[in-house]
């Protein structure tokens, strides 16, 4: 039963679309949405903003010098990356085997659902 909601999960999310990260300044507030399978992006945004990340599979990396208020993570095995210098305010990591790899010494609030997820701190 887990399995097959896990696959109707998947596939409803496959129906969702990616949200540009080059939105007008009327859709500042609105988060940027990464959804899908097996999918690579590069946040490099001027300004405060926040990121959803769902699906399975995706690789996210937040460039140095950006700042996230909220990071909010679903789904299953995605891997988000934040590089040296970014600020990200919050985290919160849902679904099962979500990885966050944050710089030595990172400090957000965070909050844990689900299975298996985690906030990795990588060494100097």
Same mark, same amino acid.
């Given at each position: 039963?887990?399995?097959?909601?896990?696959?109707?999960? *998947?596939?409803?999310?496959?129906?969702?679309?990616q949200v540009d990260s080059s939105r007008n300044a009327s859709?500042? +507030?609105?988060? *940027?949405? *990464?959804? @899908?399978?097996?999918?690579?992006?590069? $946040?490099?945004?001027a300004g405060e903003y926040s990121v959803r990340v769902s @699906?399975?599979?995706?690789? !996210?990396?937040?460039?140095?010098?950006?700042? !996230?208020?909220? $990071? $909010?993570?679903?789904?299953?095995?995605?891997? *988000?990356?934040?590089?040296?210098?970014? !600020?990200?305010?919050?985290?919160? $990591?849902? @679904?099962?085997?979500?990885? !966050?790899?944050?710089?030595?010494?990172?400090?957000?609030?965070?909050?844990?659902? @689900?299975?298996?997820?985690?906030?990795?701190?990588?060494? +100097?």
């Open positions: 039963m887990i399995k097959a909601f896990q696959i109707l999960f *998947i596939v409803l999310l496959a129906a969702c679309s859709a500042a +507030k609105m988060p *940027i949405a *990464i959804a @899908g399978i097996d999918s690579k992006t590069v $946040l490099n945004k @699906g399975m599979k995706n690789d !996210v990396t937040i460039k140095a010098g950006n700042t !996230v208020s909220q $990071l $909010l993570v679903s789904g299953v095995d995605n891997n *988000i990356t934040v590089e040296e210098t970014a !600020v990200v305010q919050s985290i919160s $990591l849902a @679904g099962s085997n979500n990885k !966050v790899y944050v710089p030595a010494g990172f400090q957000a609030k965070t909050m844990y659902s @689900g299975s298996k997820n985690a906030i990795i701190e990588k060494q +100097k």
